[in-house]
């Protein structure tokens, strides 16, 4: 469970570095409880702080705290979801 941790941190900052800890993860066991975590929150989160200064910044809005609040929260809520859902199916 501890190999997912850094997942969770740079999900929301670097979609690639969230790739390169998923990649290490299931280099070991593909069919691992985190392997299988860890696939689920890459595809249930996004990289917020990215699209938020990449679309904003492109239209001129310079007002995101509710978008990053409520995208921040969604990210949570995938995390959440994703390790819930593993533990129910797989665990």
């Known amino acids: ?5 850094p997942m969770v941190f740079f999900r929301p900052i670097s979609g690639g570095a969230s790739l390169a800890i998923l990649n ?12 299988i975590s860890a ?6 989160t996004d ?4 699209v938020i ?3 904003y910044s492109s239209i001129g ?15 949570v809520i995938g995390i959440f979801s994703a390790i819930t859902l ?3 199916m797989f665990g």
């Open 1 to 5: 469970m501890t190999d997912i941790v």
């Open 24 to 35: 290490s993860v299931c280099e070991v066991n593909p069919d691992s409880f985190e392997c």
């Open 39 to 44: 696939s689920l929150i890459q595809g249930s």
């Open 47 to 50: 990289t917020t702080f990215y």
């Open 53 to 55: 200064a990449l679309y």
């Open 61 to 75: 809005v310079k007002k995101y705290r509710h978008t990053l609040v409520t995208g921040l929260l969604a990210d």
């Open 86 to 88: 593993t533990l129910l």
